[in-house]
């Protein structure tokens, strides 16, 4: 019997290999698979997005001193949970599998992701969840392509397209995230996965309905700006200058991490003692700045809409470009896009204090896309992302922005893995 058995899946494998014959259209087995990894993608961001949301509800009663206690606590738990199930690895760990692991990404520590990024986020951690979704989803992309056979670049094209979707259900933008996704992985400066677009695309709009259905979440701006009209033709040089401003912030960010980074590593103790103290240390920046704690989805709308003095907005800036760093270093699970976002509409704002003559809007949209082109190297996805996030109609001033960042990034990139490699020579 179990010799059957195994005769009738070989069979139905040996089906599914080939193309579909009857179909006269351009959509084929490959356009079914991604469209297969879009609804489980958008399935598992739904369903990660709802704990993640009750879970912050139950820990947001937690305020004042005791919120110190509370975030050194789940720091610990998050630690321990790394230490014993496994490390899951950050975002450069992703990007060097997609690069020269033949687009193979492991998802034997997706339970340690999910679980250790679920209580880093939801205690107030400066980090989101676009990479924990990035993580499952694209192992899941690697899973599905595997057990269909698939082998080469359609392989790696399914672990791309699943992170994609990750990022498609975190932002709501199924043409940024996909970018996202290809932007990220490049080295020696330009976007080498452009073969894996079309799947991305695929999977991303999938992705992207079935996370909405569930989570039943407003489809559009999630922040929401003044109304801007480009009437002057020198708006785009404002535009580059905002821009070189917020890439000094970005230079500060990438330095502030990288030194801190370098002072837990001399710590030399396990990682849930790294965690714990990293959580004690957040809870102090929280406690004196509440607007810092979380990863800045709702924080963002608040600051905007709120009258913070120019002395609370300074402190605000560079407190949170702290909390994100600890973060980042102490071992805490999460993505720093929306956080960096933050960083940027804050400085923006302060610009905005001392020249309020110009729009308000073209400032703040201008920092938010410089800070993260010059973190994360991604021009064109920060672009789409902030058009289509803050209702920002105007592209190009973005993209003004967004290229000036990137081409003002320091030559060592702060994703490690996105530099060039003697494999690629």
């Given at each position: 019997?179990?010799?059957?058995?195994?005769?009738?899946?070989?069979?139905?494998?040996?089906?599914?290999?080939?193309?579909?014959?009857?179909?006269?259209?351009?959509?084929?087995?490959?356009?079914?698979?991604?469209?297969?990894?879009?609804?489980?993608?958008?399935?598992?961001?739904?369903?990660?997005?709802?704990?993640?949301?009750?879970?912050?509800?139950?820990?947001?009663?937690?305020?004042?001193?005791?919120?110190?206690?509370?975030?050194?606590?789940?720091?610990?738990?998050?630690?321990?949970?790394?230490?014993?199930?496994?490390?899951?690895?950050?975002?450069?760990?992703?990007?060097?599998?997609?690069?020269?692991?033949?687009?193979?990404?492991?998802?034997?520590?997706?339970?340690?992701?999910?679980?250790?990024?679920?209580?880093?986020?939801?205690?107030?951690?400066?980090?989101?969840?676009?990479?924990?979704?990035?993580?499952?989803?694209?192992?899941?992309?690697?899973?599905?392509?595997?057990?269909?056979?698939?082998?080469?670049?359609?392989?790696?094209?399914?672990?791309?397209?699943?992170?994609?979707?990750?990022?498609?259900?975190?932002?709501?933008?199924?043409?940024?995230?996909?970018?996202?996704?290809?932007?990220?992985?490049?080295?020696?400066?330009?976007?080498?996965?452009?073969?894996?677009?079309?799947?991305?695309?695929?999977?991303?709009?999938?992705?992207?309905?079935?996370?909405?259905?569930?989570?039943?979440?407003?489809?559009?701006?999630?922040?929401?700006?003044?109304?801007?009209?480009?009437?002057?033709?020198?708006?785009?040089?404002?535009?580059?200058?905002?821009?070189?401003?917020?890439?000094?912030?970005?230079?500060?960010?990438?330095?502030?991490?990288?030194?801190?980074?370098?002072?837990?590593?001399?710590?030399?103790?396990?990682?849930?003692?790294?965690?714990?103290?990293?959580?004690?240390?957040?809870?102090?920046?929280?406690?004196?700045?509440?607007?810092?704690?979380?990863?800045?989805?709702?924080?963002?709308?608040?600051?905007?809409?709120?009258?913070?003095?120019?002395?609370?907005?300074?402190?605000?800036?560079?407190?949170?470009?702290?909390?994100?760093?600890?973060?980042?270093?102490?071992?805490?699970?999460?993505?720093?896009?929306?956080?960096?976002?933050?960083?940027?509409?804050?400085?923006?704002?302060?610009?905005?204090?001392?020249?309020?003559?110009?729009?308000?809007?073209?400032?703040?949209?201008?920092?938010?896309?410089?800070?993260?082109?010059?973190v994360t190297r991604t021009p064109m996805s920060t672009t789409i992302l902030?058009?289509?996030?803050?209702?920002?109609?105007?592209?190009?001033?973005?993209?003004?922005?967004?290229?000036?960042?990137?081409?003002?990034?320091?030559?060592?990139?702060?994703?490690?893995?996105?530099?060039?490699?003697?494999?690629?020579?």
């Open positions: 019997m179990k010799l059957k058995r195994k005769r009738k899946l070989v069979t139905y494998l040996n089906l599914l290999d080939q193309p579909i014959q009857f179909n006269p259209f351009v959509f084929s087995r490959k356009f079914l698979l991604w469209a297969l990894l879009g609804l489980l993608g958008g399935f598992i961001a739904g369903l990660y997005w709802i704990i993640l949301e009750f879970l912050t509800h139950q820990l947001a009663f937690f305020e004042g001193w005791l919120v110190i206690p509370t975030m050194a606590i789940c720091g610990l738990l998050a630690g321990l949970i790394i230490h014993f199930i496994g490390d899951p690895g950050e975002i450069h760990l992703i990007v060097n599998n997609i690069r020269f692991n033949k687009g193979k990404l492991d998802p034997k520590n997706n339970p340690s992701m999910i679980l250790s990024s679920l209580l880093c986020i939801a205690s107030g951690g400066s980090l989101g969840p676009e990479a924990p979704l990035v993580q499952v989803i694209g192992s899941s992309g690697t899973y599905l392509g595997k057990l269909f056979r698939l082998k080469g670049e359609d392989l790696r094209s399914m672990s791309i397209a699943g992170m994609a979707s990750g990022f498609t259900a975190m932002f709501g933008a199924p043409l940024g995230g996909s970018l996202f996704a290809l932007e990220i992985l490049h080295h020696k400066h330009a976007v080498e996965y452009y073969k894996a677009i079309m799947p991305a695309f695929v999977a991303s709009c999938f992705s992207y309905v079935v996370f909405a259905l569930i989570t039943k979440l407003d489809l559009g701006t999630l922040w929401t700006l003044p109304t801007y009209e480009m009437l002057n033709k020198f708006d785009f040089l404002y535009a580059v200058l905002f821009a070189i401003i917020a890439a000094s912030f970005g230079w500060l960010f990438i330095f502030c991490t990288k030194f801190l980074k370098n002072l837990f590593a001399k710590l030399n103790v396990p990682i849930y003692v790294r965690t714990c103290i990293g959580g004690i240390l957040l809870g102090i920046i929280v406690f004196y700045v509440p607007i810092t704690r979380y990863f800045s989805h709702y924080e963002l709308s608040t600051l905007l809409t709120s009258e913070f003095s120019i002395k609370m907005l300074i402190t605000i800036l560079f407190l949170k470009i702290l909390a994100i760093s600890v973060t980042v270093t102490s071992g805490w699970r999460g993505g720093f896009i929306i956080p960096l976002f933050f960083t940027g509409a804050t400085l923006g704002l302060i610009i905005h204090h001392f020249i309020p003559s110009i729009s308000l809007s073209l400032t703040i949209v201008s920092c938010m896309a410089a800070i993260n082109a010059c902030l058009a289509t996030l803050t209702g920002f109609t105007y592209f190009i001033p973005i993209l003004f922005a967004s290229l000036t960042g990137y081409f003002l990034a320091p030559r060592i990139p702060f994703i490690g893995s996105q530099m060039s490699d003697e494999k690629d020579e």
